[in-house]
Structures are given as structure tokens and as C-alpha cells.
């Protein structure tokens, strides 16, 4: 058996910031550990199998963290595990009571709402260039090759934008875990 | 922020917000806040590093709280008197509601 897994589109497939924490805290229990957390680990993040532990994750979206920031949760006692874009990721081993780093309901909202809006930027630029190839290929005088690109770019950003549509939906759904 | 729309945005306030803001009568940095809290409430209230961070950012934004020191990359705060002003009133306004509750429990 192999020792380490890819796991894809993670952040997008598991699109509520609770249920990717929990995800990460499955994985941990049957030993399957994060080998490097950074930019691309959005598409393709490996895990590497060792020793079962219990960690909370925490995911937190954070574009403009002030200087304080790390400084804060390494004192509260989380270890950094990585960077997606703004999405900081900490985990943090633990016996009994489950440690919270958004501890009261506001700040939980306030969490999750960072993270919709972050994939509502996404939503948008997708979806105007869905309709920015469309028109161009309705409109514009140009060849039917090149017609056919623009409708094909089309459709793919709509349809990536669909994806972040539903992603989005989902993350409203559960704005209060 | 001017007193009135402070007024607004904070009473009534979260417990959170109101004991960050209680524990910030003296200097204090992030987790000191969070160690002084949990002992002032006997553990019922233990505040998240995230929860910390985030209300820290937005009391600092609308003044009333100010950053004033810098150590070992921990910054302190301490409460402005716009922040004082409004966590009396806050204390009024509780103070207030205790007195009509008296004798329910």
C-alpha cells in the first residue's frame, strides 16, 4: 500500500470551512498528514501516512492579516500548516474538549463570510468572462474557428462559475458553523 | 468612529466584546486577554485565537481600542476613552437589567 494520496480540489469539495476542518481532522485520525500545504494544494494536496492524531484544523481566510496575526495563534498554541492564497490553515493536537478558535457565534459568522465572498470575487470574474466570450461570439466578425474558441471559453467559465455558484450556496447555508 | 454610530454598533454588545473590552482597562496583547478572561469567569468563557484577532481588528478600526506597544511581535492594546465611555454604558444598561431580574432566581 502506498504511504502517501493526492486528494483533489479539497477546498472546493468540501466548500463549508466546518466541514473541510472536520475533513482534515478525519484524515489526521487514520494517520493521513498534510505534506505541504501552499498555493497549489487547492488543486492537488498530498498526505503522507504515519501516525494517527487527534488535530483540530482550523481553515481562516485572511487576504490583509495585520503583523499580529500568526503571532496571535502560534501563542494560543496552533501550528501553521500552511498557505492556499488567503486561506491560512492550523491544526492544533488535542485530548478531550475540542479547541475553537472562532469561540462565539458572531465571529464564527464573520469567518465564514470572508469565505464566501472570497469565492463571490472568483463567481464574478468567471461569470463576466462567460459572458464576454459569449457576446464576442455572437457579436463579433470573426472567423467560425475563432467563433468556436469564444463560445468553448464560454462555456467552461460558466460552468466553472456554476461549480463556485453551488459552492457559494452552500457556504450560506452554514454560515452559522 | 463618533460616539453615536459607536453606540449603535455596540450596545447592547457580545459578551466577547465586552470582556475583551473589560480586560483591556489595563494593557494587554492577545493571549494575555484570553488568559485573563477564562480566569476572571472561572473557564465558563475561553476565547478562540481567531475570535481574539478578529474583534481586536475591528475594536482598533472603530477606536476604541489603540494599539501601544510592540514586543517580541506581540502588539498591546489598551482601551481609549471613546471605548471606556462606551463599555460604562454598556455597564449601565447590564446593570440595569440585573436589577429588574433580581429575585427570579
Known sequence: ?177 | MNIDKARQRYIPMSETMLYILLSLREERHGYGIMQYVKELTNGRIVLGAGTVYQSLGKLEADGLIRAVREEDRKKYYVITPPGAQILSEEAARIHEIYRHLEGII
Not at chain 1, 115 to 136: C, H, K, T
Request: charged letters at 25%; one cysteine or more.
Open chain 1, 1 to 177: 500500500m502506498s504511504n502517501t494520496k493526492l486528494c483533489w480540489w479539497t477546498p472546493f469539495k468540501y466548500a463549508v470551512p466546518a466541514d473541510y476542518e472536520n475533513w482534515f481532522e478525519q484524515q489526521a485520525l487514520e494517520g493521513w498528514h498534510p505534506v505541504k500545504v501552499g498555493q497549489w494544494s487547492s488543486f492537488a494536496m498530498r498526505f503522507k501516512k504515519g501516525e494517527p492524531k487527534r488535530y483540530r484544523y482550523v481553515v481562516d481566510m485572511q487576504p490583509a492579516p495585520r503583523k499580529d496575526y500568526m503571532r496571535i495563534y502560534e501563542e494560543f498554541g496552533w501550528e501553521f500548516v500552511g498557505q492556499m492564497a488567503s486561506a491560512y490553515v492550523w491544526r492544533r493536537e488535542y485530548e478531550g474538549e475540542r479547541p475553537e478558535s472562532f469561540s462565539d457565534m458572531p465571529s464564527r459568522r464573520s469567518r465564514n463570510k470572508r469565505f464566501f465572498w472570497a469565492v463571490a470575487a472568483s463567481f464574478i470574474m468567471l461569470a463576466l468572462g462567460a459572458l464576454v466570450s459569449a457576446g464576442a461570439a455572437i457579436f463579433a466578425p470573426v472567423l467560425p474557428e475563432k467563433r468556436l474558441e469564444l463560445v468553448l471559453s464560454a462555456a467552461l467559465c460558466a460552468l466553472a462559475a456554476a461549480a463556485l455558484g453551488v459552492v457559494m450556496a452552500r457556504i450560506r447555508k452554514n454560515l452559522d458553523r
